[in-house]
C-alpha cells in the first residue's frame, strides 16, 4: 500500500540532497555538460515530487500495523496498532478465559514489569497468577540505582526519555507514584519537565574544561548530509548485516553531529547500519534538539526510584508473587510441526534445581539475553576489570539453550561474540565537600545544589582518549543522598584505551584513578588532581561488556519476534526481541516488548500505540533537512549555472502556493 501524502514527505527530507547538495567545481567541457543535464534531472525530479510525487517514481510504504486494521498474528492471536485518543482512553473489555490462566516471567527487568502490569490493569488476570523470576536479590535489570553498603552510590547508567514513549506513557498514567499515590508517575513526571526544562548550556568541552564550542552547529558537509539522507532511505533488506562505516565517511564521523550522536546513543563506528537508519526515522521530530538535549527529558531520581519501584510498588499491591535468587537456567519447547508451546521450565533456588510444567494456560514471557550480563564492579580502590565469561543461567546462556531448539528463537551468537565491540565503562562519582562542585559549575553554569537541572545532559570531552562524557542530574539523584553530596555518572566509549592524564586503560583504573582522569578534564590543577580523587570523592566503576551488544550488526531473524509463529503460550521481551520501527536502548522499547506480549496472548482488544510517525510526517522531515544544515536554505547552495536557473524555474512553479508558504514558513527558502 502506497501513500501520496508520505511520497512528498520523502521529497521534503530530500530536497536539500536533489538541489546538488554534492555540486562540485567542475574543469572539463565534457564534464560540465554532463553534470549538467545531471542536475537539470534533479531539478525535474525535484518539482516534480513537489507536484506529483508519484510521477517522480518516489514512495514509501505506509508501516505495517495501520491503525485500526486488525491483523492475525502467526500465532494466530490478534494484535493491532492504533493512534489517537478513541483507542488511548478507550478501556478492554476482560479477555476470555483470563481467570483460567497463569503467567511467569523471566526476569525483572523493565520489560517483565511492564507486561505484569498491562497483565494486571488491561489483561485484569489476577495477580496471584503472575510470577515473575529474578536470578538476583532485587528488581530492575539495567535500570538501576542503589546504594551498596561499605561501596557508595551506583548507577550503571541513565535514561533519557522522549514526550512520543507512547507505550511508556500508557502505562504510566496508571501507576501511582511513590512519592505522592494521589498522582500518577507520568503526572510526576510532566509536572516536573515543564517546570523545569531540560537544555543543555555547555554540550562539550576540551583543553581541560574550556568550552568546546560547538555553538549548536552540526557542522556537517553537503557530501556528509547526502550520506545521512541515503542510509535513511536505504531499503531494510539492503542494510542487513552492514556497518555504519559502510555508509558514513569522514565527512559524518568527523563532524559535530557524530559527536552529539554517539555519545547520546553509544553508537560505534563499526554499529548496525540498520538501527542507525531505525534513530534517524524514530527521532527525526528531534533533530533540532540533539545539540543542547532540548529534546530530553529526566526523572527526578535514578531510574530505580522514579521507575521501577513505582511499577514494583503497584504490582505486590495487586498480589503479583515475586520470587527473587531464582534463576532460570533452561526452558524446554514441545515442538511439532508449526505449533510451539513452552513446556517446562528449570530453575535454581538455594542450590535446588526444580521443574515447573507448563500448560497451553501457562503463559510464558522470556527475556532473552541482557545488557548488563556479566558486568563487574569495582570500588574506590579497585579495578572493575573486564571479564565477558557468559555463565551459566545467565540471559545469554539461557538464549542460548532456547535458541538451539528452533531457528524462530534468534541467533544470540550475533550480538554476545565480540565483547570487545560491544562493551563501555561507566562511573558513580559521589563529592564528599565542597571543593569538585565548584569545577563543575564553571562548566555547566548552574548551580549544581539547585535541585533542578544541572549539566542538561551529557558534557562530552571531546579531547578525551576514552571519549569521556559525564552528565549530573538534578540532584539529589538519590532520596536518601545527603544535600551537600553530588551524585555524577560518567561514562567512556573507549575503554581500552589509555587515558590522556592516568596512562592505563580504563578498565584497569580504580575509581580513584578513573576520578583523576575526569578531574584532570574539567580543569582542576594537576597538582590537585589526586588530592581531591582521594579525600572529596567516591568512585565506583563498573564494567559492561555487553552493555552495546544489540548495537551489533545484525539481519533479520537475528531477534526473534516477540511472539514467534506458531507460539502458543510464550512470547519474548527486552531489547533483543524484534518489533518494527521502534529503537532499542530505551525505556520505551522494553515496554512497547511487554505490551505488545501481553495483548497477543492474551487478546486484548485494544490498539497498541504506534510509533511515534514523525518519520512521514512532512513537517518534521523539512525542519529537520534545514537544522541537520544547520539552518541552510535551499536557495543559499552554491550551485553551478544550469542547476541555479532550474531551481528558479522550480521556485516558479510553487510561486503563490500553500507549499511555497509552508516551505519559507520553515525557512526551506
Not at 418 to 427: I, K, T
Not at 538 to 563: C, L, S
Amino acid at each position: 500500500m502506497k501513500c501520496t501524502i508520505c511520497e512528498k514527505l520523502m521529497q521534503a527530507a530530500m530536497a536539500p540532497t536533489i538541489f546538488r547538495c554534492l555540486a562540485a567545481p567542475v574543469t572539463k567541457t565534457s564534464n560540465f555538460i554532463q553534470n549538467s543535464r545531471r542536475d537539470k534531472n534533479l531539478i525535474t525530479a525535484a518539482v516534480l515530487l513537489i507536484v506529483n510525487p508519484a510521477s517522480a517514481g518516489y514512495t514509501i510504504d505506509i508501516p505495517k500495523g495501520t491503525p485500526q486494521i486488525n491483523k492475525p498474528t502467526q500465532g494466530g492471536f490478534f494484535m493491532y496498532y492504533s493512534s489517537g485518543n478513541y483507542e488511548a482512553f478507550a478501556r478492554p473489555e476482560k479477555p476470555e478465559g483470563v481467570d483460567h490462566k497463569s503467567a511467569y516471567l523471566i526476569g525483572s527487568g523493565l520489560a517483565a514489569l511492564s507486561a505484569a502490569c498491562f497483565m494486571v490493569r488491561d489483561g485484569q488476570m489476577k495477580g496471584e497468577h503472575i510470577h515473575v523470576l529474578e536470578k538476583d536479590p532485587i528488581p530492575g535489570g539495567a535500570c538501576d540505582g542503589y546504594k551498596y553498603q561499605d561501596i557508595g552510590y551506583v548507577m550503571r547508567g541513565g535514561r533519557e526519555m522522549d514526550n512520543h514513549f507512547e507505550c511508556m506513557w500508557d502505562l504510566f498514567r496508571s501507576i501511582p507514584s511513590i512519592e505522592d499515590e494521589n498522582v500518577t508517575v507520568l503526572d510526576e513526571y510532566y509536572w516536573l519537565n515543564k517546570h523545569d526544562p531540560n537544555y543543555s548550556l555547555c554540550r562539550a568541552t576540551v583543553n581541560c574544561g574550556e568550552d568546546a564550542h560547538t555553538d549548536g552547529k552540526f557542522g556537517l558537509s553537503d557530501k556528509g548530509a547526502m550520506e545521512i539522507m541515503k542510509l535513511f532511505f536505504t531499503p531494510n533488506e539492503q542494510l542487513q548485516d552492514k556497518k555504519i562505516t559502510d555508509f558514513f565517511d569522514d565527512e559524518v564521523l568527523n563532524s559535530n553531529f557524530w559527536l552529539y550522536w554517539r555519545t547520546m546513543f553509544a553508537f560505534e563506528n563499526w554499529h548496525s547500519a540498520l538501527e542507525m537508519k531505525r534513530y534517524l526515522q524514530r527521532y527525526i521530530h528531534h533533530i533540532g534538539g540533539l545539540p543542547d538535549f532540548t529534546a530530553l527529558r529526566f526523572t527526578r531520581y535514578n531510574q530505580y526510584e522514579s521507575i521501577i519501584l513505582p511499577m514494583v510498588t503497584y504490582l505486590k499491591d495487586h498480589g503479583v508473587q515475586f520470587h527473587y535468587e531464582t534463576k532460570v537456567v533452561d526452558v524446554k519447547f514441545d515442538i511439532n510441526g508449526k505449533r510451539k508451546q513452552a513446556s517446562s521450565v528449570v530453575v535454581e533456588h538455594a542450590g535446588e534445581i526444580s521443574t515447573i510444567d507448563l500448560t497451553e494456560n501457562d503463559l510464558l514471557f522470556i527475556t532473552n539475553g541482557g545488557c548488563v550480563e556479566s558486568c563487574t564492579m569495582g570500588a574506590q580502590d579497585k579495578a572493575a576489570g573486564f571479564d565477558p565469561t557468559i555463565k551459566p543461567g545467565n540471559g545469554w546462556d539461557l538464549w542460548k539453550k532456547i535458541a538451539a531448539q528452533d531457528p524462530a528463537f534468534g541467533h544470540p551468537e550475533k550480538f554476545c561474540s565480540d565483547p570487545e565491540h560491544s562493551n563501555w565503562e561507566s562511573a558513580t562519582i559521589t563529592t564528599l565537600d565542597d571543593k569538585i562542585p565548584q569545577y563543575i559549575q564553571k562548566i555547566c553554569k548552574r548551580d549544581p545544589f539547585s535541585g533542578h537541572t544541572v549539566t542538561g545532559g551529557i558534557v562530552t570531552v571531546k579531547d578525551s582518549n576514552w571519549l569521556l562524557s559525564w552528565t549530573l542530574n538534578r540532584q539529589q539523584q538519590f532520596r536518601d543522598q545527603p544535600k551537600n553530596q553530588l551524585c555524577v555518572w560518567v561514562y567512556g566509549l573507549f575503554s581500552d584505551k589509555p587515558g590522556n592524564y592516568v596512562k592505563k586503560a580504563m578498565r584497569d583504573c580504580t575509581g580513584k584513578e578513573l576520578c583523576m582522569e575526569w578531574l584532570y578534564h574539567i580543569g582542576v590543577p594537576e597538582d590537585q588532581i589526586e588530592e581531591l580523587a582521594e579525600h572529596s570523592a567516591n568512585t565506583i566503576p563498573v564494567m559492561m561488556p555487553y552493555i552495546d551488544a544489540f548495537f551489533m550488526p545484525r539481519a533479520m531473524g537475528d531477534r526473534p519476534d516477540i511472539v514467534p509463529e506458531g507460539a502458543v503460550n510464550f512470547a519474548f521481551l527486552g531489547q533483543f526481541a524484534e518489533t518494527g520501527r521502534d529503537t532499542i536502548f530505551t525505556t520505551e522499547y522494553s515496554m512497547r516488548t511487554g505490551m505488545e506480549a501481553v495483548y497477543t496472548l492474551l487478546d486484548i482488544d485494544r490498539g497498541v500505540p504506534e510509533v511515534w510517525g514523525s518519520t512521514y510526517d512532512v513537517r518534521a522531515l523539512i525542519d529537520a533537512t534545514v537544522k541537520l544544515r544547520d539552518g541552510k536554505k535551499i536557495t543559499d547552495m552554491d550551485l553551478p549555472l544550469i542547476p541555479r536557473l532550474a531551481m528558479k524555474e522550480a521556485l516558479k512553479k510553487i510561486e503563490g502556493t500553500d507549499l511555497e508558504k509552508f516551505l519559507k514558513e520553515y525557512n526551506a527558502i
